[in-house]
Structures are given as structure tokens and as C-alpha cells.
């Protein structure tokens, strides 16, 4: 059985800094493209930052560009996203996502197969 478990959300100051932390059990991804998303309250889950397989390819979404770093470990068969300089509008449940087939990722929901259960990051302002 798959499962991808998020951990490292929680609550911060604008300005300050998060690290989530994605665990991926049942399977091994390191040949599996992998992102992260968010869900805002009222709003639509949306794309926030994707990595190939072998780590070197990344990209993220223009909102976060600059501050957010996405990186993974396939020896660890996981995949982190560290946030800096948190903006209130960051705030959302974050989720960890996995594609079951195919090296690159991709920004959208549909390409990923296997998903967290999501963890809270609230930015106060």
C-alpha cells in the first residue's frame, strides 16, 4: 500500500520560515516525478513546486519563485519543500503528490497519482 505522509506544517510569523517533509512508503519513486500543492480555504487546490526524478529539474509556481526550494532524496524516498519568507496568503493545507509513472513532473493534478493527506501551514500577519 502507498502512502505519502506530509509532516513539518504548523504555524509562523510573516517572514519566517517552514520546512514540509514528504515520507513515501509502499514504493520506491526515485524514478517518479514528485510535487507539492496547496488548498487555500474557499479555494482551489493549485500547483506550487514540482521536481523530476533525479532532482535536477525544477519549478515552481510564479507566487512562489525565490522564496520556496523543493528537493528530494531518493536513498530516503522522500521529497522536502522549504519555505522562506512566508506571506500570509501562503497560508493553506499543503499536499505531497507522486506520479506513478513518468520521470518529470508537471503542474498538473491529473498527472499525479498517489496523494498525502495534507499538513496546515498558517502564515500570521
Known amino acids: 500500500q502507498v502512502q505519502l505522509v506530509e509532516s513539518g506544517g504548523g504555524l509562523v510569523q510573516a517572514g519566517g520560515s517552514l520546512r514540509l517533509s514528504c515520507a513515501a512508503s509502499g514504493r520506491s519513486f526515485s524514478t517518479n516525478g514528485m510535487g507539492w500543492f496547496r488548498q487555500a480555504p474557499g479555494k482551489e487546490r493549485e500547483f506550487v513546486a514540482g521536481?523530476?526524478?533525479?532532482?535536477?529539474?525544477?519549478f515552481y509556481a510564479d507566487s512562489v519563485t525565490g522564496r520556496f526550494t523543493i528537493s528530494r532524496d531518493n536513498a530516503k524516498n522522500t521529497v522536502d519543500l522549504q519555505m522562506n519568507s512566508l506571506k500570509p496568503e501562503d497560508t493553506a493545507v499543503y499536499y505531497c503528490a507522486a506520479r506513478r509513472l513518468g520521470a518529470g513532473s508537471s503542474m498538473r493534478q491529473i498527472s499525479y497519482d498517489y496523494w498525502g493527506q495534507g499538513t496546515q501551514v498558517t502564515v500570521s500577519s
Open positions: 521536481i523530476s526524478s533525479s532532482g535536477t529539474g525544477t
